[in-house]
């Protein structure tokens, strides 16, 4: 099996139609909710930048946005919660309204190093936009404001999110093939 190839990618979970009409509501209620507040919309590289794009052209009070890179380091370390910035943000989150646009949030152990990180510069609030939430491998807990869908215990590639840097192309969110990254 090639990576990157259509066949890899066992069955769509989540398709276009149903991503535009989400992302479209939660624009809305985040129009709502933070109408008069100048939100700064943080938005984690790679995967939340197809997300974010869609999410932003339904936003429609004035709002800044920034972009912020992690990662975890991996092996004995990542499940004590220590993520690495790669990319820190332009734009101090003092006193902000910030909403951290997220792609995925999985065990949640980088959120919540995220969360810590970005209260410690004593934001005017703080809540947490993730496109999907897979509740069921949660090992720390999230507030999560603003969830676009709850998902199984899956793979999942696809509208920003990759395998490998793969699939981050696909216009929907599909289940990867387990022989992809079996074999
Ligand atoms: P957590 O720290 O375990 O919550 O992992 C969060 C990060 O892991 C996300 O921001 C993604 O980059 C990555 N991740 C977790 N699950 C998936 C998945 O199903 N597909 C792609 N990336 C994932």
């Known amino acids: 099996m090639e990576i990157g190839t259509p066949e890899t990618v066992k069955e769509v979970l989540i398709n276009a139609d149903q991503l535009r009409s989400r992302v479209a509501e939660l624009g809305a209620q985040i129009t709502a909710d933070y109408d008069g507040k100048n939100p700064l919309f943080v938005c984690i590289l790679k995967g939340a930048v197809m997300f974010l ?12 946005v920034d972009f912020m890179q992690v990662s975890s380091y991996g092996g004995a370390t990542e499940s004590s919660g ?20 997220e792609d995925i949030v999985d065990t949640g152990i980088t959120m919540k190093h995220l969360i810590e990180l970005l209260s ?14 897979k509740k069921e491998r949660r090992l720390v807990e999230i507030p999560l404001t603003y969830v676009g869908f709850e998902i199984p215990n899956a793979f999942v590639v696809g509208y920003g999110l990759d395998y490998a840097e793969y699939y981050r192309n696909l216009p929907f969110i599909g289940v990867l093939d387990p022989q992809v990254y079996r074999s």
């Open 120 to 133: 410690a510069r004593r934001p005017a609030s703080l809540n947490i936009c993730a496109l999907l939430d």
């Open 53 to 64: 794009t869609d999410l932003l052209k339904n936003v429609n009070i004035p709002s800044q």
């Open 82 to 101: 220590i993520v690495k910035i790669i990319k820190d943000l332009d734009i101090s989150a003092e006193g902000r309204h910030v909403v951290i646009v």
